[in-house]
């Protein structure tokens, strides 16, 4: 079962804007993570938030999380061509199978030029 | 330059054939992971292991095994049983509560 689960599935927007991504999760969390993957190549690894924490900044990058809502948000300002990927959140489970890092099903992005 | 590596990059599997997916880490990590990831999907995960000689199995793991009998290598075996082994395998490592490293994917296809 996949534990997060993002939102949109697919954005496509115009180099300059900004984007933002959506993941919403089931259980307690330890922590979440959010990776990018170019197309045909493995998961690198973009920012990783703690569940007290509540927003945190690299770069052009923002993530919040709402532990209360179960819910991250990953935006990109400033979008660059570049950035087309596909963008995924991996949550990090408090307890049960400590170790089990459960992805969501994506977020694909299209930076037109 | 510490990583984890994957081979071969592309396989291919005769109908009945078991074939072995090879990932290797440098990176100290006692966890280590295996998805599968269909075209346009997520990422399922197959098996992973907290410690050498301890696996559990995820959420897809008929059709595959795995060992771990040393800490930098984590091998799977797409066997016969998988009746639709096509997909790319990633596998990624990690220190507890951490963020994972990935491999760059071995392309399975059938023929």
């Known amino acids: 079962s996949q534990q997060g689960e993002e939102d949109p599935q697919a954005l496509s927007i115009q180099e300059g804007e900004n984007a933002t991504m959506n993941c919403s999760y089931k259980?307690?969390?330890?922590?979440l993570q959010w990776y990018r993957q170019n197309s045909g190549r493995g998961l690198v690894h973009l920012i990783l938030?703690?569940?007290?924490?509540r927003e945190k900044h690299s770069g052009r990058l923002r993530v919040t999380l709402d532990t209360s809502k179960k819910s991250s948000s990953l935006l990109i300002t400033a979008s660059r061509a570049a950035d087309t990927a596909s963008y995924f959140c991996?949550?990090?489970?408090?307890?049960?199978?400590?170790?089990?890092?459960?992805f969501g099903s994506g977020t694909q992005l299209t930076v037109l030029p | 330059d510490g990583g984890i590596t994957q081979s071969p990059k592309y396989l291919f599997r005769k109908e009945g054939q078991n074939v072995t997916l090879s990932c290797e880490q440098n990176?100290?990590?006692?966890?280590m992971y295996w998805y599968r990831q269909d075209p346009g999907q997520g990422l399922r995960l197959i098996y992973y292991?907290?410690?050498?000689?301890?696996?559990q199995k995820g959420d897809i793991a008929e059709g595959y095994s795995v060992s771990r009998e040393k800490k930098e290598s984590f091998p799977l075996t797409v066997t016969s049983a998988q009746k639709n082994p096509t997909a790319f395998y990633l596998c990624?490592?990690?220190?507890?509560?951490?963020?994972?490293?990935f491999g760059q994917g071995t392309r399975l296809t059938v023929v």
């Open positions: 990624a490592s990690r220190a507890f509560a951490t963020e994972a490293f």
């Open positions: 259980t307690s969390i330890n922590n």
């Open positions: 938030i703690r569940s007290n924490e």
């Open positions: 991996a949550t990090d489970p408090s307890s049960g199978s400590a170790r089990q890092l459960t």
């Open positions: 990176l100290n990590h006692d966890a």
């Open positions: 292991s907290q410690i050498v000689n301890d696996f």
